[in-house]
């Protein structure tokens, strides 16, 4: 109860400009924020790419913006794409797909007009070109369920020349059983996580123990596909039952990976790579870390905790 409308609180506050400058002018803000982003330019991103891959993790990238209105900001994020992967690749981090990015369709005008949706895969057809230019990967990011069938349809068409091209899947919403059976064959990539927006019970389970038994019957069809499943969740119960499926349908260790967010059971994530589980972090930078940081607060009231806790002691 107190969580929910804790929750309810931060997701407004992500989106008070009044808020978000008392945050981001706090003394501590840097070095907190520091455990959930990388930093504002792609050479953080790139520096700390580095060192997880010291630590045996592979990375997935992702440049924060919020809420693309106008065609210039798509512009600049697909640069920023551009960009980054140039870095990762003369840092010799990209190769082999260990360190690839993450992309929303929407930073890149999606919701912009009647022409968005074409423009958008457009633009992530560049990002596409460069990723493979750098000889690594690219995976979609699904946002809220207006933008499914949209997100889905410029996956189809990316694969048709980067087959590569992974893509998320959210187990709250009823639909996504039958997009893993659809998503399951050869040469396909999912990330299966539970979903992060407000979404209605018409298309969404809102119980949590219903959410989390649709993940255990959708990583079922992808555990028991031809493709390659990518378990997007801290969740201790959703992980182990992952393992278990994977001895289940006979899978070798890098026919399936983990993932995790940066700074979110970081120990867990290096304990997986150490036992020799493929595992990958979702690595987020860029100057709009402010609406990033609120969602993760949301999501854990521990996180808020620890964010005040520095606020206090060191601010
Ligand atoms: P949940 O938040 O329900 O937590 C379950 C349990 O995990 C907790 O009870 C606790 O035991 C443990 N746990 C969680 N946080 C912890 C912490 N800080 N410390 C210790 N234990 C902790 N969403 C979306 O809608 N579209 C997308 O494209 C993506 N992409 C994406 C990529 C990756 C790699 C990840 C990991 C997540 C996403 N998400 C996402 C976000 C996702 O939908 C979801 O909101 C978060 O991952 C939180 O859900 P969990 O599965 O981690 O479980």
């Not at 209605?200 to 119980?207: G, I, K, L, Q, R």
């Amino acid at each position: 109860m107190l969580n929910d409308a804790l929750r309810s609180v931060l997701l407004q506050a992500a989106k008070s400009s009044r808020l978000r400058h008392v945050v981001e002018t706090a003394p501590v803000s840097r070095s907190v924020v520091r455990r959930f982003v990388s930093g504002t330019e792609a050479s953080d991103a790139v520096a700390a790419t580095a060192q997880l891959r010291r630590d045996g993790l592979m990375v997935t990238i992702d440049h924060l913006g919020e809420d693309t209105t106008e065609q210039a900001q798509a512009d600049d994020v697909r640069d920023a794409y551009l960009v980054l992967l140039r870095a990762l690749s003369d840092a010799g981090l990209a190769d082999g797909g260990r360190a690839e990015v993450s992309l929303k369709l929407s930073a890149i005008g999606q919701g912009l007009g009647p022409d968005g949706p074409k423009r958008s895969t457009e633009y992530a057809r560049e990002i596409c070109e460069a990723a493979a230019a750098a000889g690594t990967t690219v995976t979609l990011d699904m946002e809220d369920h207006t933008t499914t069938d949209l997100t889905l349809d410029a996956l189809s068409e990316l694969r048709a020349d980067f087959a590569w091209v992974g893509a998320v899947l959210q187990s709250y919403l009823r639909r996504t059983e039958g997009d893993c059976r659809d998503l399951a064959g050869e040469g396909s990539r999912v990330r299966l996580c539970k979903g992060a927006y407000a979404e209605p019970p018409s298309v969404a389970f809102t119980d949590s123990g219903e959410v989390d038994r649709s993940y255990v019957r959708c990583l079922k069809v992808l555990m028991g596909g031809q493709g390659y499943p990518m378990v997007a969740s801290h969740d201790p119960r959703l992980v182990d039952i992952a393992g278990a499926l994977a001895v289940r349908h006979g899978r070798a260790q890098g026919t399936y990976e983990y993932q995790m967010l940066y700074g979110i059971r970081p120990d867990e994530q290096k304990r997986l790579a150490a036992a020799g589980e493929s595992t990958r972090v979702y690595l987020p930078y860029g100057q709009e870390w402010y609406g990033y940081l609120m969602r993760r607060m949301a999501e854990r009231p521990a996180n808020t905790a620890f964010f005040l806790r520095a606020l206090a002691t060191k601010g």
